[in-house]
Each structure stands twice: as structure tokens, then as C-alpha cells.
């Protein structure tokens, strides 16, 4: 028993000790100088994972065209990807590790607003630029204050603006008066969502028969759908993440309900339609940031050399907003020359016209990119353009 | 004499090695403090969770509900009572005052839930607790004042490693010492055998409470440190498996063995983190680190099913804990 005991100090010694040295030699300390550091959290693991791998390539495949043509004033870029598990504190322990341990210049990261908004204090108080590809809650980008953060900005557009386009969309292009609302109550996203929409849309002189929601990780959604039946919506807005959409549209269909879905962007994913969610969302609506039918060249050449990279593998919106995320960072330190967070914090504010996979992007005085979107058809399981709003 | 004073030596030893430690913390960077104030309050979690799990031999699954009625009670009041503190010193007060709150917060749920659960036994008594934590998660998603899904932001970044530690040492100090005061005897009794003790006359329902309402009281408070470290909680943050990592901690280290459960408390704060930029042989672990971690967990649970110190006490005398069920 003694025995057993020494063997566990022991090997509990080795493993603390291989944990300080672990600490102790710096990646990249030899190479400092050579490299510029770019720093990017994203859920590749847990309930979101599609979304952090989508960015993770999109940013990957940036960081190798950039690195491929000779890196940026002859300084490769060093990509550190940290998965944040699609958790809270996981979050904030990447964000922390990136800024304070491998002392990047700067940070692009989450997809998730909920996420973001957790990690932005140590941004702020670490005087770090942060580039979110993909979060549209409106407050993302404001301090406790309300004013704007100075160092977090989003080359996406907000919530507000894409509640507008869904309930115009609704009101106008589907001719629905009538609108159930089903949102996620655990998800950020989702309630800033549907609060944008609900406003928008009764403004607009429709009514919201029916507001019912329910809890991300939930199975079940029958008891909301019965609900929502009961008032016979002309069509159910459903601003969720695409994990609950498949299921919420399956169900939705078994109980009988015919009219179409609306969503957001959170429904963009490739796992969206796989399996009976397939027919279920023949013929649904949400609104995104870009659509690979879109025929710019600049979008169809992004496909070409993304499906090159990543096995026929065709990038979805979340892929294009990290892609252009690193792209934009890059170019602010090519034409300042200088790669320091301070540099890059005052390219970001300052962007204007950046001709992107996602559109042109400008960054507003409120730290948000103004950009159209597009809103895409559900057709035989893949995502088919219907139409562009611009702001 | 002197046996009356050890304890306080243990006491005084143990805020003399914070204080200390507190010096050196200063010099290491950012991230590796916050990893050491995760595993402070993930300590003072486990250790308290612990005088139920382990010494009073109730299963229960709702830790992070009480350390979420701590967390939002605490952030609340210093949000919308207390004034805002720019010096250390008004700081700390405000932030003992806080963990006060957001504790009392705490033990009166403690308290609800327990009074009518506590007659359970076992499994039911674990469903229960199961369901408190969630019914707490979604009634916070659904106050708008506190927040709503999004949660209570900007909670001022009171929380100090030197916090952290100096109240490890108290919770710590606390629960050894009543454990082995006459009174304490009665919670390893209730453990040991149920119907043995109510024969000799202890009142095992009150035992029980008593245990939950002190471990609800401290996971209380750490919910508070929690909150003024992180500036923002979610009700999220405080779910189902927030309560299994708790458990996970006190049974790796061994139920009723303080010493362990506070070193498996660091363990398994501190290996996800590792496993971050660890590499061997060329290999990079962060992309399996999960992985790993629970391959850990498996190997662990089948070559020590009683935790790591299962069976060694504080005093490093074997306890009884050997002969203890567990599960």
C-alpha cells in the first residue's frame, strides 16, 4: 500500500514537472521576430462544432495562401487555434492562454455571442484587437458601459438588421400576417434574434400569434409545436442554432404543421439538413452572410480552391467569414507594415471598402461591418439564393 | 495543550503559506493565474461537496445549483446594491460582504431543497438534487432581470488569488475541524450505517440537512468568487456538468479524504489546461486533449475505485474509509 502510494507521488511529481516545463519554454521564442502571431478561439469540439470548424477552416486556408505567397513582408503568419468546447469558461481560458501566454497580436473568434461577449473583458483589459467572424448579438461589440469596445470588432452584420430582413421578408415576399415565434431561452443569439424580429414584423403591421420557446440540448419540442398549431401561423420563425432546427422542423412536420421556417444564420451548417430534417425543411427561408451560388468571382474562386484544400468539402457561410476575418487582418498589416495590437486595433476601426468572400465590408463607428444579406431556400437539402437585402 | 492549539497552527501555517504563495503569484503571467484562482474555487467546491459526498454519505448531483444561487445572489448585490469600490481595501470588503449574501443565498436553498429531499435515500436523493439544479438553471434563464440566457455581465473583477486561498484555508479549517469534533462524529455515523445511528439515537434527517445546508453555504460562496473573477456568469456556465465535474473531483480523490479531493480538485482543473501545449514525440495532444482527459478519468476509476487517497485523512491515518461503500 506504501508502495502504491510512492509510485502515485512519483508519477504525480513527473507529471507536475513536465507541466512546468511544458510552461516554461515559450513556442515560438527562437522564431520571434520571424513570425507574426494570430490568435483564433473557436468551438471546435461540443454542441457547436460545426460552426468552429467551419471558421477554423476558412482562417486555416487564408493562413496558408498568405504563408504559400511569401507571408507578409517576408514574416510567415503563426496561426495558434485553441477549441473552447463550446463553453463559457472554456472561452475565456483560450482567450487568456492566446493573450498572455503565446502574446498574439491578435484574436479572431467566436462564432457564438454568448462566447464572445465572455471573452471580450480579457480582450479590453488586455489590450487586444479581437475580429469576431460571426457574432450578431447587437452588444457584442459594447463595453459595460454601453459605449463602443474599443478593441472588439465584427465583419458580420447585427441582429437587429437581420431580424428586419426576416420579418420584411416574411411580411412582404411571403405575404404572412401571422407569425409564431420559437426561440432557444438558453442562447443569446437566439433572444436577441427573435426580439429584433417580433419588433420589426409587428411594426410592420403583422401579429405574433404565438411566442413559445425552449431550451438548447432539448429533444423534444412537440409540446411548443401543439402550441403553435393551435394558432395556425402562416409561417414560424425559428432562430435557433441548426442542432435544435433539424429537429424542431422534423417534429414540426410529424405533428402536421406544412407552413415554412424562417431562421438566421445560425442554421447554416452543413449538418442542417442531413437525414429526415431533409424534407422537413424543403422549401424554409433563412437569412446568412453569403450563399455559394452567389456568381461573383470572387466567391466562386474562394469555393474552388476551399474544396481544393478541404476534400471537395464546400465551405458554408461560417468558413467564408473566417477566411475573410484572417484576410483583413493580414492586409492591415501589410499596408501598415507593422504588426503591434495597437496598429491593427487602429486598422480595424478604420477599415473601409474591404472587398471580401462575404461582400464588401466597411467597419462603422460602432465597431460593426454594414453588409447586405442574402436570403437562402432549403431546395432538395442544399441552400439555394433567393434574394440580397441591403442595409 | 498543545493538541488544543494544533489546529490553529494548521490554520495559521496554511494563510501564512497564501500569503507567501500570494507574493510569487504576482509574477506569473495572466493565464496561469487564472488557472490557479479556476483550481482555488474548484477546490473549495469539491472540498464542500465533500462533507456531503464523502463524510455524510449523500449523493448528491446539485452542486452547481448552489453554487449558481451564490454566484447570481452575490452578483446581484454587488451590481445593484453596493456602490462602486476603486481601492483594494473597499474591494475586498465589498466582495466579503457579497460572498456572504450570495452564501446565506445559498444555505436557505440548501435548506429548501433539503428539508423534504433529505428522508430520501441514495438515488432518489441524487434525482432530486439532479432536478434542483436544473429547475435553478432555467428559472435564471428566464428572469430577465438577472440577465436571461445572456446572464449577469459586468460583475466588477473583485476576486483575487489571495481571496481564493485565504477562504480555501477557512472552508478547509471549518469542515476538518467539525468533522472531528463529537458533533462531527454524528456525519460519519450517518454514513458508515443509517439505521445503526438512528438506533443510537442520532438524528440522522438533521445531520443531513445540517451537511447540505454548510456544503450549499460554501459552494455558495465560491459560486460568488466565481462570478467576481469571471465578470460574467450564464446560467450556462452552471449546468449538469458543472455538478458531475464536482462529484468527479470527490470521488477520484477519494470521498471523505479532504487531502485528496483537493489535490484531484487541481488535477482536474489544471490537465485540461496542460493538455493544451502539451506534445510528445511530435505529437500535438490539444487536438484529443479531450479525449485524454477522460481516458485519464476511466484508467484511474479501475486501478483505484476508491479514489486516489481514498482512506487517508489529513493526519495521514487511515480512516475507515476503506470499508465505506461508495457509489
Known amino acids: ?391 | 495543550m498543545s493538541t488544543i492549539l494544533r489546529p490553529y497552527l494548521y490554520l495559521a501555517g496554511g494563510i501564512a503559506l497564501v500569503l507567501v504563495l500570494n507574493l510569487l503569484v504576482g509574477g506569473i503571467g495572466s493565464y496561469d493565474q487564472r488557472i490557479v484562482v479556476n483550481i482555488g474555487i474548484n477546490m473549495i467546491l469539491a472540498v464542500s461537496l465533500n462533507l456531503v459526498n464523502g463524510f455524510t454519505g449523500q449523493f448528491s448531483l446539485g452542486h452547481a445549483g448552489f453554487m449558481s444561487v451564490g454566484a447570481y445572489a452575490s452578483a446581484a448585490f454587488t451590481t445593484m446594491v453596493l456602490p462602486a469600490a476603486s481601492d483594494p481595501m473597499s474591494q475586498g470588503l465589498y466582495l466579503i460582504v457579497a460572498l456572504l449574501v450570495g452564501g446565506l443565498a445559498a444555505a436557505v436553498a440548501g435548506l429548501l431543497v433539503g428539508v423534504p429531499s433529505l428522508r430520501l435515500k441514495g438515488d432518489y436523493l441524487a434525482i432530486v438534487t439532479l432536478g434542483f439544479g436544473e429547475i435553478i438553471r432555467v428559472i435564471l434563464q428566464n428572469v430577465s432581470s438577472l440577465g436571461g440566457a445572456l446572464g449577469l455581465a459586468n460583475i466588477p473583477r473583485h476576486t483575487t488569488f489571495l481571496w481564493v486561498f485565504i477562504i480555501l484555508v477557512f472552508v478547509v479549517f471549518v469542515i476538518e475541524r467539525v468533522i472531528r469534533t463529537t458533533y462531527g462524529k454524528g456525519f460519519l455515523a450517518v454514513r458508515d450505517d443509517e439505521i445503526a445511528a438512528e438506533a443510537m439515537g442520532v438524528n440522522t434527517t438533521r445531520y443531513k440537512v445540517v451537511a447540505f445546508v454548510v456544503g450549499a453555504f460554501f459552494a455558495g460562496i465560491a459560486g460568488g468568487l466565481y462570478a467576481h473573477y469571471n465578470s460574467l456568469i450564464k446560467p450556462d456556465d452552471f449546468g449538469f456538468l458543472k455538478s458531475v465535474e464536482i462529484v468527479v473531483m470527490v470521488i477520484l480523490g477519494g470521498m471523505g479524504s479532504t487531502y485528496g479531493v483537493i489535490f484531484a480538485a487541481a488535477a482536474l482543473t489544471y490537465l485540461p489546461e496542460w493538455l493544451r501545449s502539451f506534445t510528445m514525440f511530435g505529437i500535438k495532444f490539444s487536438d484529443f486533449r479531450m479525449s485524454i482527459y477522460s481516458l485519464v478519468l476511466i484508467v484511474l476509476m479501475l486501478v483505484r475505485p476508491q479514489g486516489l487517497f481514498g482512506g487517508f485523512s489529513f493526519k495521514g491515518r487511515r480512516a475507515a474509509a476503506k470499508k465505506a461503500p461508495i457509489g
Not at chain 1, 415565434?181 to 419588433?199: C, H, M
Request: proline share 3%.
Open chain 1, 1 to 391: 500500500m506504501r508502495y502504491r502510494l510512492l509510485v502515485l507521488t512519483a508519477a504525480v511529481a513527473c507529471v507536475a514537472l513536465g507541466g512546468c516545463t511544458g510552461k516554461n519554454d515559450k513556442p515560438g521564442t527562437a522564431a520571434e521576430g520571424n513570425t507574426i502571431k494570430i490568435g483564433h478561439y473557436a468551438s471546435l469540439s461540443g454542441k457547436e462544432a460545426t460552426f468552429g470548424q467551419q471558421v477554423d477552416n476558412g482562417v486555416k486556408l487564408a493562413v496558408d495562401e498568405i504563408n504559400n505567397g511569401g507571408g507578409i513582408g517576408g514574416k510567415k503568419i503563426e496561426l495558434i487555434t485553441e477549441d473552447t468546447q463550446s463553453q463559457t469558461q472554456g472561452a475565456q481560458n483560450a482567450v487568456e492562454k492566446l493573450i498572455g501566454k503565446d502574446e498574439v497580436s491578435a484574436l479572431i473568434g467566436e462564432v457564438a455571442s454568448g462566447r464572445t461577449m465572455a471573452a471580450a473583458p480579457i480582450a479590453m483589459r488586455e489590450k487586444t484587437p479581437m475580429l469576431t467572424p460571426a457574432s450578431t448579438r447587437e452588444d457584442v461589440t459594447k463595453d459595460e458601459n454601453g459605449n463602443v469596445a474599443a478593441y472588439i470588432f465584427r465583419i458580420c452584420f447585427i441582429d437587429p438588421f437581420q431580424g428586419t430582413v426576416m420579418a420584411k421578408f416574411a411580411f412582404e415576399s411571403l405575404n404572412a400576417k401571422s407569425v409564431a415565434v420559437l426561440k432557444d431561452n438558453a442562447n443569446p443569439y437566439s433572444v436577441g434574434l427573435a426580439k429584433a424580429f417580433v419588433e420589426k414584423f409587428k411594426a410592420l403591421g403583422g401579429t405574433i400569434v404565438e411566442e413559445q420557446a425552449y431550451e438548447g440540448g432539448q429533444n423534444d419540442f412537440k409540446a411548443q409545436l401543439t402550441a403553435i398549431k393551435g394558432k395556425n401561423p402562416q409561417a414560424i420563425f425559428v432562430p435557433g442554432y441548426y442542432t435544435e432546427v433539424s429537429l424542431i422542423a422534423t417534429q414540426a412536420r410529424q405533428l402536421g404543421i406544412t407552413v415554412p421556417l424562417l431562421g438566421g444564420d445560425g442554421w447554416d451548417s452543413p449538418t442542417l439538413t442531413q437525414g429526415e430534417a431533409k424534407t422537413a425543411l424543403e422549401g424554409c427561408y433563412f437569412s446568412n452572410h453569403y450563399s455559394e451560388q452567389d456568381t461573383s468571382a470572387a466567391v466562386q474562386d474562394f469555393i474552388k480552391r476551399y474544396k481544393a484544400k478541404f476534400n471537395g468539402e464546400a465551405p458554408g457561410a461560417m468558413s467564408a467569414l473566417g477566411y475573410d476575418a484572417m484576410m483583413i487582418i493580414a492586409k492591415i498589416i501589410k499596408d501598415s507594415g507593422k504588426s503591434d495590437r495597437e496598429t491593427i486595433r487602429a486598422g480595424l476601426a478604420a477599415l473601409k471598402n474591404y472587398k471580401g468572400v462575404t461582400g464588401n465590408i466597411t467597419i462603422d463607428e460602432h465597431h460593426n461591418a454594414t453588409k447586405p444579406a442574402v436570403v437562402l431556400q432549403i431546395k432538395d437539402g442544399k441552400f439555394a439564393y433567393h434574394s440580397t437585402v441591403n442595409p
